[in-house]
T-cell receptor, first 112, second 111 residues
Framework: DSGVTQTPKHLITATGQRVTLRCSPR?????VYWYQQSLDQGLQFLIH???????AKGNILERFSAQQFPDLHSELNLSSLELGDSALYFC???????????FGEGSWLTVV | LAKTTQPISMDSYEGQEVNITCSHN???????ITWYQQFPSQGPRFIIQ???TKVTNEVASLFIPADRKSSTLSLPRVSLSDTAVYYC????????????FGQGTELSVKP
């Protein structure tokens, strides 16, 4: 158990819908990272938050947004969903740069 | 942008030592090198992290030469359960917090 908690574990939704994925980082970790992993693909970096502020953005679609709240949990919002958005979405956390990042078990999103 | 390069796949047999090398030519002074293991449909799991020379823990060793442009993960006496994808990650300081994973190495351990 990495200490990073993601909910929901599985989600099935229809095209055009909106979903929210939630991540609770390890206790004391200020950084949260979001990754997307499509079937048999690598880990695609989406976005990084540190202590509530956006620190870095990767190839995140405009339909996707994220935020980190004062209690340090983070949410990834995916809207106008398309079939190609079906993937595993991972959250990871760390204390700060240069520290080890620990991953949650992911949220499986299936868009039908 | 700096990036990491690893072999796409490797095969091994149970009981052998496996060495997976990652090249990271643009590594900066402040960057650490971290290796992760990922099983299908699971989150990547931390294996080992290093900055220079050699680091060893209970599951692996990490060798980093003086120029730090590459690193080698060494798995002693692999078993079938070590079949997984292994990622090398360099915290690229000048990318300002973007933690970009390479394509990973798919290790297949055979009986």
């Amino acid at each position: 158990d990495s200490g990073v908690t993601q909910t929901p574990k599985h989600l099935i939704t229809a095209t055009g819908q909106r979903v929210t994925l939630r991540c609770s980082p390890r206790s004391g970790d200020l950084s949260v990272y979001w990754y997307q992993q499509s079937l048999d693909q690598g880990l695609q970096f989406l976005i990084h938050y540190y202590n509530g502020e956006e620190r870095a953005k990767g190839n995140i679609l405009e339909r996707f947004s994220a935020q980190q709240f004062p209690d340090l949990h983070s949410e990834l919002n995916l809207s106008s969903l398309e079939l190609g958005d079906s993937a595993l979405y991972f959250c990871a956390s760390s204390k700060d740069r240069g520290n080890t990042i620990y991953f949650g078990e992911g949220s499986w999103l299936t868009v039908v | 942008l700096a990036k990491t390069t690893q072999p796409i796949s490797m095969d091994s047999y149970e009981g052998q030592e496996v060495n997976i090398t990652c090249s990271h030519n643009n590594i900066a002074t402040n960057d650490y090198i971290t290796w992760y293991q990922q099983f299908p449909s699971q989150g990547p799991r931390f294996i080992i992290q290093g900055y220079k020379t050699k680091v060893t823990n209970e599951v692996a060793s990490l060798f980093i030469p003086a120029d730090r442009k590459s690193s080698t993960l060494s798995l002693p006496r692999v078993s079938l359960s070590d079949t997984a994808v292994y990622y090398c990650l360099v915290d690229i300081y000048n990318q300002g917090g973007k933690l970009i994973f390479g394509q990973g190495t798919e290790l297949s351990v055979k009986p």
